[in-house]
């Protein structure tokens, strides 16, 4: 965050009851950065990520709102050129955009960004079938009335996605990569959790429906679906379905 290359109104930590020096480092941080807007929270016991997501939501004063896990890193121009393009296109509620998986030796430095880029906006069809975004390449309306579901700690940040875009909120995704995700699809995190993802997709149509902002047949469908698609899951492993539903959404730009 220091390094973008545009300035941001506030920056606010969240700290998760964290095991390790997390707060040490953040409170060592905000001393040798005394310029920088910087606001650290702790939880006082472990809530997972929606609950830290909507308690710096509720705290934030700007009017846009971007999300980063501690895992995972941004271009140094991604709020330049994001927030940018969301002030130069307000009727866009929700903003995300593409990502790369790389290792923890590579450095960003080396990757470049491309100088004009298209955008795309997703229709509830699209949105519905599929989360086109990691969270982290997410920016958004503070102001909107929406907010992660707490008690879910699988696919919640899909269902936020999909209420917004049901009830009429234009989404739209740039394609242009400001995010880089670390961790390995193939060999941790919530990928070693196939099952319970899966569930989670599962509760989301079904609270989809209960919302009625899907009917009944259409959730049963959806879940059919969601289950379906555990297959190429398990016969090409995570990480390799993940470059190619990224590939597939990408494709969406050359349509």
């Given at each position: 965050m220091k390094e973008q290359t545009y300035p941001v109104q506030e920056i606010i930590c969240i700290d998760d009851c964290s095991t390790d020096h997390t707060t040490t480092v953040i409170e060592e941080f905000i001393s040798d950065n005394p310029y920088l807007p910087i606001k650290l929270l702790k939880n006082n016991s472990n809530q997972g990520p929606s609950f830290s997501r909507n308690r710096g939501w509720d705290v934030a004063q700007g009017d846009y709102l971007a999300f980063l896990d501690a895992?995972?890193?941004?271009?140094?121009?991604?709020?330049?050129i994001q927030y940018s393009w969301m002030l130069t296109n307000p009727q866009i509620s929700v903003c995300g955009h593409a990502y790369l998986l790389i290792s923890s030796e590579d450095s960003e430095d080396y990757f470049k960004i491309k100088p004009n880029f298209k955008t795309y906006i997703f229709s509830q069809d699209e949105i519905i079938f599929s989360n086109p975004f990691v969270t982290p390449s997410v920016m958004l309306k503070r102001n909107l009335n929406y907010r992660f579901?707490?008690?879910?700690?699988?696919?919640?940040?899909?269902?936020?996605?999909?209420?917004?875009?049901?009830?009429?909120?234009?989404?739209?995704?740039?394609?242009?990569?400001?995010?880089?995700?670390?961790?390995?699809?193939?060999?941790?995190?919530?990928?070693?959790?196939?099952?319970?993802?899966?569930?989670?997709?599962?509760?989301?149509?079904?609270?989809?429906?209960?919302?009625?902002?899907?009917?009944?047949?259409?959730?049963?469908?959806?879940i059919m679906y969601s289950l379906i698609k555990v297959i190429p899951l398990i016969i090409f492993g995570p990480e390799y379905y993940a470059g190619l539903k990224q590939r597939m959404i990408m494709n969406k730009f050359e349509s």
């Open positions: 895992d995972d890193a941004w271009h140094r121009q991604k709020i330049a579901n707490p008690n879910q700690r699988y696919c919640e940040d899909y269902l936020l996605w999909l209420q917004i875009c049901l009830d009429a909120h234009q989404i739209s995704m740039l394609d242009v990569e400001l995010t880089y995700i670390y961790k390995s699809f193939g060999k941790s995190g919530l990928t070693r959790n196939l099952w319970q993802m899966k569930w989670g997709d599962t509760k989301n149509y079904w609270q989809l429906w209960k919302s009625n902002r899907i009917s009944f047949g259409k959730a049963i469908f959806l």
